[in-house]
C-alpha cells in the first residue's frame, strides 16, 4: 500500500515557498514583538509581500504560522511512509525509531525548525488563536498519520486501535515539544544548545537523545501513552 503523494507541481512549489516566507516573518515577529505587537501588514512587510497576497494564504496573523509549525511533522510522515514495514521489526519500534530521528536535528535546518518551534509555543502560552493552530496543525497531522500506521500495521490491523496508535504519537511528539520549550534545554539534551551539541558537530541518525531533548521526551511520551495497546504489545513484531 504506497501513501507517497504526487510531486507538486512547479506552481505549488512557488506557493509554498511564499507561504513559508510568510510563516518565517510572522515567527520572527511574534518572537520580537509578541502576537499582539504585530498586524498583518507587519508580516506581509517583513515577508516582502503585498498585504492582498497575505490574505490570499492566510486568514488571520496566527494562521501565518501553520507552515512551520506543520513542516516537521509533515517531513515525519514522509519519511515512516518512504521507510515501509521491516520484517522483524514492529510498529512500537517503527515508531519510536522515526520520532526519534525526526526531533533530532541532523544539521542547522533541522535545529532552526526547533528554535522556531519552540518560539511559537512559548508565544501560544498567551495567545489563544496561535494555540488553536497549534492544536489545528496536529489534529490534521494525526488524521493524515493513520493511513501511514494502518500501512505499517499490516491488514488485519483493528482499525480502531490503528486510530489510538496515530493519536498517541500525534501527541507524544506535541506533548514533548510543548514540555521542552518550557525549559531551556537544547535539542540534543545539553543546556542551551539547540542545534549541532557543544563540541559544534551536527548530530547524527542514531545518536542517542539525552534526558530532557525534544526526542527523548517523545519516546517516553509515546511509550506511556501506547502501554495499553494491543499493536504495542508483546510478539506484534512477529
Known sequence: MSTKSPSPSLTER???????????AAAELFTER????????????????????????????????????????????????????EPGTGLPQLLERSIASSLTPADEAGAEGLRWTRGLLRAAAEDPALRAVWYRVNQESEERLREVVAALAGPGADPLEVRLAAAAATDAIRIALESWAETETGATGATGATGPDAEGSPA?????????????????????????MRLFGPGVSE
Do not use: M, N
Not at 512557488?14 to 518565517?24: E, G, N, S, Y
Not at 501588514?41 to 509549525?69: C, M, N, W
Open 14 to 24: 512557488r506557493k509554498a515557498a511564499t507561504q513559508l516566507d510568510i510563516a518565517r
Open 204 to 228: 547524527t541518525e542514531g545518536s542517542p537523545a539525552t534526558a530532557g531533548s525534544p526526542a527523548a521526551l517523545a519516546v517516553r511520551c509515546l511509550r506511556e501513552l501506547t502501554g495499553g
Open 34 to 85: 509578541g502576537p499582539d505587537g504585530t498586524t498583518a501588514e507587519d508580516i506581509a512587510h517583513r515577508a516582502g509581500v503585498a498585504l492582498r497576497t497575505f490574505y490570499r494564504y492566510f486568514r488571520s496573523k496566527q494562521d501565518a504560522v501553520a507552515p512551520l509549525l506543520a513542516g516537521g511533522a509533515d517531513r515525519w510522515r514522509e519519511q515512516l511512509a518512504a521507510a515501509g514495514p
